[in-house]
């Protein structure tokens, strides 16, 4: 039978207490943590006539209803009242067992379920219960000497208590216990009940612990006292304010407060003490007063207490259920407006959205998409839409498809096949470069009648600053495609060119798709820059990957890592640059079409200058034409004395530079009020007539140059003079203002509107862009004895460089060369072939001369810290050689180039261009080139070649003839 389903019948009501059975729940058993819950029906406890003499002062037993819980078994439902109240009196005075309390001490009325774990104890119990004297004495026991009280450790506490035996427990434990009734043994678990305080006072017996005690009564006190009186209704109350927050003690509260009319003092304090959470020690010290009041003060404490406990449970819990509430809330309204938005078909879930989002983008060329490719979108749509949104695996797929339908997909711009609409276009955007224009011209017209045009590769190879990238954007311009540029140059990682594999966290497509997607049409216009500085490659190797990529043969289908999926290139033309083609990988090379484009000459450079640079720089500093005037003589001085190299980058740069000294000008003019100066005019004619005679100072020393040995000036020398000379002379004159000149303009609102006009000249082009920075490239006017001008090619364009031969010392078999210069493998072959070749020709003009033979000679080419390499310089060397030998120095302006065969062949050199151009910059009048290279000096532009005397050897005794 469960304990909890007894019904106590054997003690009768008494005359107040309540009629009937009063149910109480949760009835606490005040064991430690063991919070035991009982639920029993409880029987009115009835006062014996015996015990009414010793509490007189007690208003009432009623209030014994709900404190005096018993909780019968089938034996103690044997025991008549009477019967037990006779035992406990009389062993009140005597001795009883002394049962340790471990947690809490038990207050009378109040009934407590124990474990007795001791034996002997729990044999003394049951035999006390044969005895029907079922009684013992129930003590705390006292924390250890040094625990803190409020510091929980039960298992250790409980496990030392009952090892304690004899007199150890009698010292352990408190004196002031209660009286209790041994209501029910179980197994281990007895229950108790509590009856009156005891205190005791010596062992009797040690196993088990037997002890004498004595009882304790409460002070006597006046019911009526005031002081008492509010004590207890302030317990009361607040007892009833625990029971608003707590419900835990609900239905004790409610039931006492239902007989609240007929309570006692002594029991109130004990039961909200029983109630209550305070720790051992209060529970004790209220146990342990006999003053009344003094023990409802001490309880009230302890409600209070409990109050407050009750009140921050009440907030915590309050403020986590509004915590939880408030995430719940909110999950549930935004489920809610989705469930709306989805009925009203406002918005779709996430994937579907995603989904329409792809096949809208697919919408507009739908049936120009390849079928392979529309099966991989439609499969990857299917995918997406039954992958997890959060999932990795869905933002791979997501992108991917992003990817995809972004694509053009057969989408074609339109091309534009008008021959001489192209050739305006390109006419518009660059000067010269008649090759380049031609070819795109060719590509056109064969687009024009096949009806399409067909993807190609076009390298455009030259020096730097000539054009290259400027004409591939101006092609595109002509032909009416997208442009896209991408540098290859140090490029190292294949996966830049056909993209990662989609497994990797992080991966993309290749730059050609990305091209596509930028441009959004299959057939534009790709540059590829610096195609010649493509790098080893770690992991693959780029040349490769970029052979796929232009190949037309390949890259109709060309297969990019992350894509998947081939694509068609073959629209798209293609246009490489490079400054070196020999770095160019071969396979490349072979499938490009090479325009080279040599570098210009200075009259080139002055239409680019004056045509197309000037007037983009004035626009982009927004300079109106009228405002400045560059003359033709500035212009020439400054691409002569200031940017002599092939391209036109630097002269760009310079060009800059002028118009933004100049804007500065004119703002600087426009903040001050100009005295209206009668000097300007002055000033401006004084300009021009120191223009004039710059010009015809140039004219004179052009003169005295073309007649050849006669001038002993240095030309180069004297042109920085001529320049330096007005500037030097204009020194007070060239003061900003003098250069302003106002230009009257009269306009039909602004009659006397005047605009300042700023005029650059060679005389103050130094002020613009500072001193000549160029050094002659020419160091000797007149080559002396050894001495050559040879002509070389590099990756900057052509140049002129010397070859410088002499004598160490002499003596019989003393013949040798020293060769420096930073010269390569190919360059010291050559000059050994020269000084071998010069020693053959010697012999044979001058049979009696026995130069080499007995000479040690010294071979240098400047400047020393350049690397130089090649064999073109070997007819150069020979000249060289033979004019120290012969003591005679060669032509004045004379400069040659050619690989010489140990027979004294000459094979043909690369550059032919660049050399031409080289020379005439160093006032070369006579160039001597191999037979070979006849055709490529054919080709050239007549302005290239005009004013040169050029000579076509096979064999080195032409040279020579031409040379000494
Ligand atoms: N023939 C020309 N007519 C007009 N402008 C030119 C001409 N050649 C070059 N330019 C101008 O020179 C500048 C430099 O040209 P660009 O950048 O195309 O040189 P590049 O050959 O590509 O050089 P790099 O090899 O260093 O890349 C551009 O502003 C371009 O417009």
Redo the contacts with the bound molecule.
Sequence with gaps: MKVSELVVKSIPRTKHSPKHPISCRHLPSHVGTQANVWTTTVTPYQRPKEEESDDEAEPSWNLNVLLSYHIPTPESSMLSSSTVIETSRKLVMGKVLALPLPHRPLFPGVYMPIYVKDPKVLAALVESRKRQAPYAGAFLIKDEQGTDPNVVSASDTEKNIYELKGKDLFSRLHEVGTLAQITSIQGDQVILIGHRRIRMTEVVSEEPLTVKVDHLKEKPYNKDDDVIKATSFEVLSTLRDVLKTSSLWKDHVQTYIQHIGDFNYARLADFGAAISGANQLQCQQVLEELDVHKRLQLTLEIVKKEMEISKIQESIAKAIEEKISGEQRRYLLNEQLKAIKKELGLETDDKTALSAKFRERLEPNKEKIPAHVMQVIEEELTKLQLLEASSSEFNVTRNYLDWLTALPWGSYSDENFDVLRAETILDE?????SDVKERILEFIAVGKLRGTSQGKIIC?S???????????RSIARALNRKFYRFSVGGLSDVAEIKGHRRTYIGAMPGKMVQCLKSVGTANPLVLI??IDKLGRGHAGDPASAMLELLDPEQNANFLDHYLDVPIDLSKVLFVC???VLEMIPNPLLDRMEVIA?AG?ITD?KL??AR???EK?TRETCGIKPEQVEVTDAALLALIENYCREA???N??KQIEKIYRKIALKLVRKDGKIEPQNAGVNEVKAESVHLSDEIKSKEETQAGAKSVEGTNDDKPSENVAESLEAPVNQMEKPTDEDTHLQEVEEVTESEASKTIEKVVVDSPNLADYVGKPIFHAERIYDQTPVGVVMGLAWTSMGGSTLYIETSLVEQGEGKGALNVTGQLGDVMKESAQIAHTVSRIILQEKEPDNHFFANSKLHLHVPAGSTPKDGPSAGCTMITSLLSLAMKKPVKPYLAMTGEVTLTGKILPIGGVKEKTIAARRSDVKTIIFPSANRRDFDELAPNVKEGLDVHFVDEYKQIYDLAF
Excluded: F
């Design positions: 955007d660059h000067y010269g470069l455009l030259g020096p730097p600053g000539v054009g290259k990238t400027s004409i591939g820059d610096e640059t490079a400054n484009i210009y080139e239409h680019i045509d197309y640079l983009s391209g036109v980058r002269l760009q």
